[in-house]
């Protein structure tokens, strides 16, 4: 069975520039999690949705970050315009629903370096 | 906010040796689960522990779930080179929507 499958791997990009980082979750969860990871901060939530709804955006670090889920199988999350702070890997997270288990499964990241 | 704290930091043993990290908290959690982040991956779920006082295996690892629930602990049973990665303890509360809090990580490197 597919995993989460995360696009780009790897992304490159200067001060300035719009990035949009894509999510597939596991078909069949409910629940989709953006996490960002860096050294100094360890991995933090930025947003969550349940059945394609927003529920939670406390963690998105400023109004430059935007998240959408427009179906069940798919997840964007945007950052306009960059900066260097924002390098960092960047996760997405599926679960199949909280009533159901707690337990969350991650891609493998997509690793952001602004210039 | 909350916070885990996960000790130790990291960690050096020898290839067969038994290793145990922990994380405690201030707050009482309902549910504990353990991760595994290989270089270049995202974290893997190792054990998910949903009862205080329960004790799980999965394979070589064992973890806990704290009577107080605010602590649990992972051991692994004579180490492999393959154990090497950062192992991450995360809890959530029930009316949480499923959030996670990640401790910041114990990293193991095992000497073949």
């Known amino acids: 069975d597919a995993g989460v499958i995360q696009s780009p791997r790897h992304e490159v990009t200067e001060m300035g520039q719009e990035v949009t980082l894509r999510c597939k979750p596991i078909s069949g969860h409910n629940s989709l999690f953006w996490y960002r990871q860096t050294m100094m901060r360890g991995l933090e939530l930025l947003i969550y949705?349940?059945?394609?709804?927003?529920?939670?955006d406390s963690g998105m670090p400023e109004d430059r970050f935007s998240a959408k889920m427009p179906n069940a199988s798919f997840s964007t999350l945007k950052i306009q315009p960059s900066e260097p702070r924002d390098s960092a890997v960047y996760f997405c997270?599926?679960?199949?629903?909280?009533?159901?288990?707690?337990?969350?499964?991650f891609g493998p990241g997509t690793r952001l370096t602004v210039t | 906010g909350q916070q885990l704290n996960q000790s130790p930091q990291s960690m050096f043993i020898q290839e067969g040796e038994d290793v145990s990290m922990n994380c405690t908290s201030s707050?009482?959690?309902?549910?504990w689960l353990w991760y595994k982040q290989e270089p270049g991956e995202g974290p893997v779920l190792l054990i998910a522990l949903y009862k205080a006082g329960e004790l799980t295996s999965n394979g070589r690892l064992t973890a806990q779930f704290g009577i107080t629930r605010k602590d649990s602990f992972l051991n692994i049973s004579a180490s492999i080179p393959s154990d090497v990665g950062i192992y991450f303890c995360?809890?959530?509360?029930?009316?949480?929507?499923?959030?996670?809090?990640f401790g910041q990580g114990t990293e193991l490197s095992v000497k073949p």
């Open positions: 995360a809890v959530t509360f029930y009316n949480q929507g499923g959030k996670l809090i």
């Open positions: 949705f349940n059945n394609n709804v927003p529920i939670d």
């Open positions: 707050s009482i959690f309902n549910t």
């Open positions: 997270a599926s679960n199949p629903g909280t009533g159901i288990t707690y337990e969350q499964y």
